[in-house]
Nanobody, 126 residues
Framework: EVQLVESGGGSVQPGGSLRLSCAAS????????MGWFRQAPGKEREGVAT???????AYADSVKGRFTISKDSARNTLSLQMNNLKPEDTAIYYC????????????????????WGQGTQVTVSS
């Protein structure tokens, strides 16, 4: 059974930084598309960033230039470095893993087929 465990969430002031990590078991990070999604209260889950099997990345427009997704094959982990955080980034952040092996990872497709972690809360507030 695939298990994804997120860590690194917390509370920061606007302009601050956080680094989220996702440890995978029964799944290898080079298997397929992986990504980070988030869900704010009263809103639908939305894609934040994806990384394809061979390393291609994609970002939501709202986080481009501020967030960086990466993976570590040796440690079998996925990370999300978040800089210059804004109050609108406040949400529960979820790690996602799929069997999708394309070079481009589509948010909408991933939401339908992903394995999910339990989520980690990120709060940005002054």
């Amino acid at each position: 059974e695939v298990q994804l465990v997120e860590s690194g969430g917390g509370s920061v002031q606007p302009g601050g930084s956080l680094r989220l990590s996702c440890a995978a078991s029964e799944y290898t990070v080079n298997t397929g598309c992986m990504g980070w999604f988030r869900q704010a209260p009263g809103k639908e889950r939305e894609g934040v960033a994806t990384i394809a099997r061979y390393g291609g990345t994609a970002y939501a427009d709202s986080v481009k230039g501020r967030f960086t997704i990466s993976k570590d094959s040796a440690r079998n982990t996925l990370s999300l470095q978040m800089n210059n955080l804004k109050p609108e980034d406040t949400a529960i952040y979820y790690c996602a893993a799929t069997q999708l092996r394309g070079s481009y990872c589509d948010f909408a497709t991933m939401i339908r087929v992903a394995y999910w972690g339990q989520g980690t809360q990120v709060t940005v507030s002054s």
